[in-house]
């Protein structure tokens, strides 16, 4: 590959572009891009510890496999894939928008955690978010219509609440999942297993059109209601309600270990 070596570092406008596709990008001081970075599948980075500031700016991967380290995003930052992408960073990381646009995103296996403060949207089937064991925090709805958001062991936290899609597909198998207000889990493909959590940040209502199974849940001094008639919740681990409240309402709850009131 050919190297873009930048010997004073620099900046990348609002209005610029930079292609570093088929490149690797050598850094000898501080990169600032508010403007658009393009990468690649063959793109690498030699940042010598300087760092690559995308605050406020766009990254625009066409197929790429990323360690970012020394890489600095905010709530300004966006991210948009024109391919599959893995991106990897032991840090935890913030991104204002993640647009998929049909693409797969995997956060691989060392990274720690990414939080999205504006609303993700999932509207195309192809589009996938797969994060494997790290974190994900959505401050804002989850829009799920269809498309797939895969865990195998982090923590999905749900901060503004969820409602599956007709199209949409959650696997939380492995992993726990935190969330405020509203689950509903009604519509859709929902997966978990007897490894799953269920973690009250505020009061929750449960909807389900299916039975759905968790090692145990956690409210947290939280009550938990069930939205339908139809919500149906299983736990594998023994339940303890300590002046905690559980409405069922007219639902089922199915426990395979001991209730202790």
Do not use: C, K, M, Y
């Not at 024109?82 to 990381?93: A, I, K, L, N, R």
């Not at 060392?110 to 504006?118: I, Q």
């Amino acid at each position: 590959n050919a190297t873009l070596r930048l010997n004073s570092g620099g900046s990348v406008t609002d209005t610029g572009r930079l292609d570093v596709g088929g490149a690797i990008l050598e850094l000898q001081g501080r990169l600032a891009v508010s403007g658009r970075l393009v990468l690649d599948n063959t793109t690498s980075f030699n940042l010598n510890d300087h760092a690559l500031d995308l605050s406020g700016g766009t990254i625009e991967s066409q197929g790429a496999t990323v360690e970012w380290a020394n890489f600095v995003t905010d709530n300004a930052t966006r991210l948009t894939l024109e391919g599959d992408t893995e991106v990897s960073s032991t840090s935890p990381f913030t991104l204002g928008a993640l647009t998929l646009n049909g693409h797969a995103l995997q956060l691989g296996e060392e990274s720690s955690g990414l939080t999205l403060p504006n609303p993700l949207v999932l509207e195309n089937a192809a589009s996938q978010l797969d994060t494997g064991s790290a974190d994900l925090t959505l401050e804002s709805p989850l829009q799920l219509d269809a498309g797939a958001l895969t865990s195998t062991a982090g923590t999905l936290t749900f901060a503004d609440g969820l409602a599956l899609g007709t199209g949409g597909t959650l696997d939380v198998s492995g992993s726990t999942v935190s969330v405020s207000e509203t689950l509903d889990l009604s519509a859709g493909t929902f997966t978990s297993d007897e490894a799953s959590i269920l973690s009250l940040l505020e009061q929750t209502v449960l909807t389900t059109s299916a039975p759905v199974t968790f090692q145990s849940v956690s409210l947290n001094e939280q009550p938990l209601s069930f939205g339908s008639s139809t919500t149906h919740l299983r736990l594998a681990d023994p339940f303890v309600l300590d002046n905690l409240t559980l409405n069922t309402d007219n639902g089922s709850l199915t426990l395979s270990g001991t209730l202790t009131l």
